[in-house]
């Protein structure tokens, strides 16, 4: 997971009318959603570490999906933050889902589905955060993004930076940018035939 930076309070946090302290300490309250407890790290942690990603979903337009978004971070901050943005918030577990819809902002849909089974290049922009080791979760969202948008990824200033190439290049796209943990993945090209693969082959058989 990425190391989110001290700061204050979110400015979004403040003077959006979404109840973002009421939206962390739900997430902190709910089982299986969080190993947080404490709402000041949370607010760092879930929120201020979404957040900071703002500046490089604005290079693409068009829609957002974060893909297995649990809580809701990065996309509940996302939504919040980019009350323009079409965004949907796509999870496996159903009972994920129901928090989700919950919480959505008004800008955001909630999906219950697996990455593998959506429409492929439907997004402008996928986002996820701790979703599964580089190489898978770059396959489960780099399909998701049409031609000229991009996959951000939340993996740290440790992640494998030539692995998540690799993968990248065979799923049509670019050389990654490391802006301080969040890995920016442009695309390039469209997705070639036979990705995404099945679901579960991507864990079983990580193309890197």
Not at 23 to 50: Q, S
């Amino acid at each position: 997971m990425s190391r989110p930076r001290r700061r204050g309070r979110s400015r979004i946090a403040t003077s959006s009318s979404f109840p973002a302290d009421d939206y962390l300490r739900a997430v902190v309250a709910t089982p299986g959603l969080t190993a947080l407890r404490d709402i000041d790290r949370a607010r760092e942690i879930l929120w201020e570490d979404g957040v900071r990603a703002v500046p490089l979903v604005e290079r693409f337009e068009g829609p957002l999906v974060d893909v297995g978004s649990g809580g809701g971070s990065p996309g509940v901050p996302l939504s919040v933050s980019l009350p323009a943005r079409d965004v949907t918030l796509l999870d496996a577990e159903r009972r994920k889902c129901d928090f989700l819809r919950t919480w959505a902002p008004p800008n955001a849909r909630v999906v219950w589905g697996r990455a593998e089974e959506q429409p492929v290049e439907s997004f402008a922009v996928a986002v996820a955060k701790a979703l599964a080791q580089p190489p898978v979760a770059v396959e489960w969202c780099l399909p998701l993004v049409r031609v000229g948008g991009a996959a951000i990824l939340w993996l740290g200033e440790s992640a494998d930076l030539d692995a998540v190439a690799a993968v990248a290049e065979k799923l049509g796209g670019g050389a990654p940018e490391d802006h301080d943990g969040l890995v920016l993945i442009p695309k390039i090209a469209p997705t070639p035939e036979g990705f995404p693969r099945r679901p579960g082959v991507a864990k079983r058989r990580p193309l890197a």
